[in-house]
């Protein structure tokens, strides 16, 4: 019996290979015309100040109109974009569009500060980041302290060398650099101490099961308190609930995203400087 359940597993591992890696060279494909094609869209998730209630910034997310599958989410598709090296021209795009789109919002003289773009690993080890960030800054008239780049502690992993020299150059630049998923990854307090940071982000995980979960809610203090003593900003992301909301505020973390205040909004639906109250 446990040897027939074997084959058949086995065969049910090939077939699901097959289709996934039918389904990976779809979307391969479909990315690269969706590049050409002009089917990528941002949607900007604002970020709110805890204390004035008012968005302060927006973060970037990714999103593909594709004609026939409708709007598609970065799960989808990130994950190829990485693995064959899409990712770098989509980044410039994505770099290129969120900094005209963060230059208008500037304009309007409001509370506005930054917006922030994630930043996947292959573009650290791939492409001449600091270059093409150096240049869609000049190109789009955006000051380099409007754009924050979030990345992740597994982006640092992968080659920490390359990683900090680039994340050195750019913060020299002046643009500003988050941990993205905090908490997440391994080697946290090494990367917290050893690299040019001016913010974290707390990762939804940990917000999810505020207040009630005590184990959540030591952590989350521990991480804001630790953050804070390193002179860092903390946003917490995921913040979906009043409950959660008010805890994070007792624990005077500054800045929150999440489906509480607003899911990602098509650039003209967003506006700056009104208040939470006003959503
Ligand atoms: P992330 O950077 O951690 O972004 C936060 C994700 O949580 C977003 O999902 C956002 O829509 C979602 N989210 C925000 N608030 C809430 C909430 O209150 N509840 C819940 N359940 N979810 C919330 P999204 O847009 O699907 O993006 C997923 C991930 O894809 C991002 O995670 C990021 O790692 C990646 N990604 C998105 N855009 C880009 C991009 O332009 N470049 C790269 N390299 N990665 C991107
Ligand atoms: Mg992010
Ligand atoms: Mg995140
Ligand atoms: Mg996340």
Redesign the pocket.
């Known amino acids: 019996l446990a040897k027939e359940r074997g084959k058949n597993n086995y065969q049910f591992y090939t077939l699901e290979m097959t289709e996934r890696s039918m389904e990976r060279l779809t979307i391969e494909r479909g990315l690269r015309h969706a590049l050409v094609h002009d089917e990528l869209r941002?949607?900007y998730?604002p970020q709110v100040d805890t204390d004035s209630g008012l968005i302060i910034g927006a973060?970037?997310?990714?999103r593909w109109h594709h004609p026939e599958w409708g709007l598609v989410?970065?799960?989808r598709f990130?994950a190829v974009a990485?693995e064959t090296g899409l990712?770098v021209p989509?980044?410039a795009w994505?770099l290129h569009t969120a900094c005209l789109q963060a230059k208008t919002w500037l304009e309007q003289k409001g509370p506005f500060k930054c917006v922030a773009?994630?930043?996947?690993p292959r573009?650290f080890v791939e492409s001449n980041l600091f270059e093409t960030i150096k240049q869609t800054l000049a190109e789009t008239g955006l000051p380099p302290d409007a754009l924050e780049l979030?990345i992740?502690e597994s982006a640092v992993m992968q080659d920490p060398e390359n990683t900090l020299r680039v994340l050195q150059q750019l913060q020299a630049l002046g643009v500003r650099l988050s941990i993205?998923?905090f908490g997440t990854g391994y080697s946290s307090l090494t990367y917290l101490r050893r690299f040019p940071v001016q913010s974290v982000?707390i990762?939804?995980s940990f917000v999810m099961d505020l207040p009630n979960d005590e184990g959540s809610k030591t952590l989350v203090r521990a991480i804001i308190a630790l953050a804070h003593e390193l002179k860092l900003h903390v946003v917490a992301?995921?913040?979906?609930t009043d409950a959660q909301f008010s805890f994070l505020k007792t624990q005077q973390c500054d800045a929150l995203?999440?489906?509480?205040f607003s899911?990602?909004l098509e650039p003209q639906q967003l506006k700056i400087g009104i208040t939470t109250a006003e959503f």
Request: hydrophobic share 30%; glycine share 8%; charged share 30%.
């Open positions: 941002l949607h998730q973060e970037a997310l990714l989410y970065p799960d990130i990485e990712i989509i980044g994505v773009v994630n930043v996947s573009q979030e992740t993205d998923d982000k990762d939804r992301e995921g913040v979906e995203q999440g489906y509480m899911k990602p």
